[in-house]
C-alpha cells in the first residue's frame, strides 16, 4: 500500500522567503497536466495493481490550476490505482488561487482534506514576506471551503517572520483557532539563499526576530496550540484527535511512496529493491521527456538497509509517538535500541528521552528540540557499522 504525491509546480506569485519547486503560472501549464497524465499512465504500467492509501496534491499551488484539470489528474490517478475506499485526498491551496465554484468542484470529485497557506493573520507581515493574499482573503476561502463541503481542514502558519512578535503569533493562533480548523501545521521560517528575503536580510533591508526570540515564540506557539485542543503529534504539526495527516504518517513512518510531477521524490520496492528516485527537477526537462513518453526520471539509488534503519530512525523521532520498536524489529530484524546504544545512552544522560511508554523510542520536549544534534549521535552509529 502507498500513498501517492503530486507536484503542482505553479503559484500566482512567488513568496520572497520561498525556495520550493515553483514558478509564477505561464504557457507552459496546459501541457504540465497532460503531461502529468502521461506520467500516470507510464506508472500504472510499471506498479500494476498498487493499492493506494492516499493522495497529495502539493507544490507551488496546485489550485493555480483551473478545478477541471486537478479532477482529471485525480481520475487518472483512480483509473491507474486502486484507491482505498477510505483514502485520504489532500490538496493544498491558496487563498486568491481558488474561488467557490472551485472548491465544491474538488469536493464533488473525491478531494477530502484541504490544506490552506496563510502563514499569519496580520496583513503587514504577510506584505513583508510576499505573500499574494490578505487576511480577509484567507477568511473568505476559508468559508467557501466549508460551504463547499470540507470539513477536514489544515492551515498552514510560520513564525520568525521579518517584524512579527510572539504577540502577532499568538493572535494568529487564536484567530485560526476560533475557525475550527482540524488541523495546524506551524513552521519556523527558514532563511533560504537565494531568495529575496535572504538578500534582503544579508543587505540590512529587512530584520529578523532573533533566534531567542523565535524560539520563545515557538515555545508559547506550542502551549496555546495544546490549550487550544491542537495536539502536537510531529514537530511542526498539531491536530484535533483522529485529524493527524495520514499522507504525511507514510513518510515519517518511512512507508512507500511514489511522486509524480516536476521535481518529485519517490521512495518505494522497485524489483525487489528499495529505492529512491527523483523527477527532473525543471519543468522544461520534465516535459521534453513526457513528450516523448519517457518516464522524466532523474535519479535512482538503491537504500541498504543502514540507510533504511538510519531514515526509520530520522522520520520516526519526528514524530510526537516516537519509533513503534516492535514494528522496527519486525521490518529489520533488530531492536532499535540495542542497534543504537550508544547515541541512545549519550542522549539519555542529557534527559531528551521519554520513558513513559517502553515500547516506543520516543523524545520528550526536550528533546525534540535538540532533534539535529541527537540524529547526528545516531548517524555516526551508521557511519561506523558501515565502516566495519
Ligand atoms: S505559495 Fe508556497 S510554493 Fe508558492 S511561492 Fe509561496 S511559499 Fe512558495
Not at 176 to 194: F, M
Not at 297 to 318: D, K, P
Request: charged fraction near 25%; charge should be negative.
Amino acid at each position: 500500500m502507498i500513498g501517492v504525491y503530486v507536484h503542482i509546480p505553479y503559484c500566482l506569485r512567488k513568496c520572497r522567503y520561498c525556495d520550493f519547486c515553483s514558478v509564477p503560472i505561464d504557457e507552459t501549464a496546459g501541457r504540465y497536466r497532460s503531461a502529468l497524465i502521461k506520467e500516470i499512465a507510464l506508472v500504472k504500467d510499471k506498479y500494476p495493481g498498487e493499492r493506494v492509501k492516499s493522495v497529495f496534491f502539493g507544490g507551488g499551488t496546485p489550485t493555480a490550476l483551473p478545478a477541471e484539470d486537478l479532477c482529471a489528474i485525480l481520475d487518472a490517478i483512480r483509473d491507474a490505482f486502486p484507491l482505498e475506499p477510505d483514502a485520504e485526498i489532500s490538496i493544498e491551496c491558496n487563498p486568491k488561487a481558488i474561488g467557490h465554484e472551485g472548491l465544491k468542484r474538488l469536493f464533488e470529485a473525491g478531494f477530502n482534506r484541504l490544506s490552506i497557506g496563510l502563514q499569519a493573520t496580520q496583513n503587514e507581515l504577510l506584505r513583508r514576506i510576499g505573500r499574494v493574499h490578505t487576511f480577509e482573503e484567507f477568511f473568505a476561502t476559508y468559508q467557501a471551503a466549508r460551504e463547499a463541503g470540507f470539513t477536514n481542514i489544515n492551515i498552514d502558519l510560520m513564525h520568525g517572520l521579518p517584524g512579527q512578535t510572539q504577540d502577532d503569533y499568538l493572535d494568529t493562533i487564536r484567530t485560526v483557532a476560533a475557525l475550527g480548523p482540524t488541523h495546524i501545521s506551524a513552521y519556523s521560517l527558514i532563511l533560504e539563499e537565494g531568495t529575496p528575503l535572504y538578500d534582503d536580510v544579508i543587505a540590512g533591508r529587512e530584520t529578523l526576530p532573533d533566534p531567542d526570540a523565535v524560539a520563545d515564540m515557538e515555545d508559547a506557539g506550542m502551549d496555546l496550540l495544546e490549550e487550544l485542543g491542537y495536539l502536537r503529534y510531529e514537530v511542526s504539526n498539531f491536530a484535533k484527535p483522529g485529524f493527524a495527516c495520514r499522507h504525511n504518517l507514510i513518510y515519517w513512518h518511512n512507508e512507500p511512496y511514489l511522486g509524480l510531477g516536476v521535481a518529485a521524490h519517490s521512495s518505494m520496492v522497485e524489483d525487489g529493491f528499495w529505492v529512491r528516485f527523483s523527477n527532473e527537477s525543471n519543468i522544461p526537462a520534465y516535459l521534453k521527456k513526457l513528450e516523448k513518453g519517457k518516464l522524466p526520471r532523474a535519479e535512482r539509488i538503491l537504500v541498504n538497509t543502514f540507510e533504511q534503519m538510519f531514515e526509520s530512525v530520522m522520520l520516526g523521532l519526528r514524530l510526537v509517538e516516537g519509533i513503534d520498536r516492535a514494528a522496527f524489529s519486525a521490518r529489520f530484524g533488530c531492536d532499535v535500541i540495542e542497534t543504537y546504544l550508544e547515541a541512545y545512552q549519550k542522549n539519555d544522560r542529557f534527559g531528551f528521552w521519554d520513558h513513559s511508554d517502553p515500547a516506543y523510542l520516543r523524545l520528550n520536549r526536550l528533546g525534540m528540540d535538540h532533534l539535529d544534534s541527537i540524529l547526528r549521535d545516531f548517524r555516526e552509529r551508521r557511519l561506523i557499522d558501515f565502516l566495519r
